[in-house]
């Protein structure tokens, strides 16, 4: 038996959640006193993955153009009969998502997706995962033999535990796909939503998209990735892919700066996972003024121009 863990990477390079979900899987297989293995599909350099615990890593290469549900279940499904694996750990990224039931059906096994903390009981077998849009905790209990966790970003983090790893190539056998990607389109240049440690986020507050310019400077000083409340992208002031809530993106960072934004039930779901909240708007009332750690009652107009100009002098010394 080995616990089997899928690096997700894009471009040839391991995206955040990577070196989150090899650190959950480390310690799940040292609860269950066993070995862990690390997957990686067209992923970076493996020896990045050693020093949060990949001993062994198992690289498959082929000619997937870009990500594709059907086909990395099917990899994952294969590699985790080949190495013995009962546990399976992916993340909970929109793509983890998909990806977690299509291998958990494969596999005749149970599944717990938007896991936080690892296994409080390995017999039985008891995770604690968000529930109800991430107002709550639900300790799941997977009674079959063999279990698929979902990480959710940000819960567990990235923990280096250095190790002396190894690679071995391994062949999968693709299944015949019934949708294929074209071609895709991304920002580049760009922070983005889904690895971004700080988002900075404006909605109707902000009267038009010629005003975002102080939003995407705020944004440089922080390093951070912009990202907007669903009327805005539904207006066409900012592209779809920056719209975050319940109904876009879901966000788990570690700061989320909301400008402008009431806070609508179903914009405080989708960003609820994220550690600290800071809200700036000029209604006392706003909704998200609940929700948030920190709150600034001003005009984004004044107040934003501000704090970029004391972020810049804070940097400079």
């Given at each position: 038996m080995?616990?089997?863990?899928?690096?997700?990477?894009?471009?040839g390079k391991f995206k955040k959640t990577a070196f989150e979900v090899v650190s959950y899987g480390k310690k799940v297989a040292e609860q269950l006193?066993?070995?862990l293995v690390t997957l990686t599909i067209n992923g970076g350099d493996a020896s990045e993955l050693y020093a949060y615990g990949a001993e062994k890593v198992v690289e498959v290469k082929n000619d997937l153009a870009s990500f594709?549900?059907?086909?990395?279940?099917?990899?994952?499904?294969q590699a985790a009969?080949?190495?013995?694996?009962?546990?399976?750990?992916?993340?909970?990224?929109?793509?983890?998502?998909?990806?977690?039931?299509?291998?958990?059906?494969?596999?005749?096994?149970?599944?717990a997706s938007n896991a936080v903390a690892l296994p409080s009981s390995t017999s039985p077998f008891v995770v604690k995962r968000k529930a109800f849009s991430n107002k709550?905790?639900?300790n799941t209990e997977i009674s079959t033999g063999k279990k698929v966790i979902g990480v959710a970003k940000n819960s567990y983090?990235?923990?280096e535990n250095a190790v002396s790893g190894s690679v071995e190539s391994?062949?999968?056998?693709?299944?015949?796909?019934?949708?294929?990607?074209?071609?895709?389109q991304k920002a580049s240049g760009k922070v983005t939503i889904a690895d971004a440690d700080i988002v900075v986020s404006a909605g109707r507050g902000m009267k038009g998209p010629e005003n975002w310019g102080m939003i995407e400077e705020l944004a440089d000083v922080l390093g951070a990735a912009t990202a907007c409340s669903k009327p805005v992208s539904d207006l066409g002031w900012r592209p779809h892919s920056e719209h975050v809530g319940q109904t876009g993106k879901p966000v788990a960072s570690n700061l989320y700066i909301a400008i402008g934004i009431s806070g609508a039930i179903q914009h405080l779901a989708g960003i609820n996972a994220s550690k600290v909240k800071v809200v700036i708007n000029t209604?006392?009332?706003?909704?998200?003024?609940?929700?948030?750690?920190y709150g600034i009652v001003g005009d984004a107009f004044e107040v934003v121009p501000q704090l970029i100009e004391k972020l810049k002098a804070f940097k400079q010394a």
């Open positions: 080995s616990v089997l863990v899928f690096a997700d990477s894009s471009e006193g066993t070995n594709n549900a059907k086909a990395y279940a099917s990899i994952i499904k009969e080949a190495q013995g694996s009962d546990v399976v750990v992916v993340d909970s990224s929109v793509d983890g998502l998909t990806v977690g039931p299509l291998v958990a059906v494969a596999l005749e096994a149970g599944y709550a905790f639900s983090g990235a923990h391994f062949t999968a056998t693709l299944p015949t796909l019934g949708v294929k990607s074209e071609s895709i209604d006392p009332e706003a909704p998200f003024f609940k929700a948030a750690d």
